[in-house]
């Protein structure tokens, strides 16, 4: 494992776990865009869930690597369809935001298999 892995690993996890936060907290940033782009309440607390989940996963992948590939490509995979839900919704101005949070993790991925 090379600290360019680690370092991008934590960052995933706390950027991830941040996004997981205000999802819970019901931010203002957070819940406003998924009310406008029809994202049902009741499925608010289950998609922070995930990315509490992943966040962890994130974590837990550096001691244990396959738990941390599995994390990395769920992350991936959540937010490969926040991208399609805000292109649905016709907010692509917004479609930047959940690529800055697959990014970090799509790094950890790339970073841990090529270790």
Do not use: C, D
Request: charged content about 5%.
């Amino acid at each position: 494992m090379s600290v360019a892995h680690t370092v991008v690993t934590v960052l995933g996890a706390l950027m991830v776990g941040f996004s997981a936060y205000s999802v819970f907290a019901k931010a203002e940033y957070v819940v406003g865009p998924l009310a406008q782009y029809g994202v049902p309440r009741a499925w608010w607390t289950w998609l922070g869930v995930a990315k509490a989940a992943g966040a962890l996963g994130l974590l837990a992948g550096l001691a244990v690597p396959a738990v941390g590939y599995a994390a990395a490509v769920g992350i991936v995979l959540y937010f490969l369809g926040a991208v399609i839900t805000v292109a649905r919704a016709g907010a692509y101005a917004h479609i930047p935001f959940p690529l800055i949070y697959l990014a970090p993790a799509a790094a950890s991925l790339a970073l841990g298999l090529a270790a």
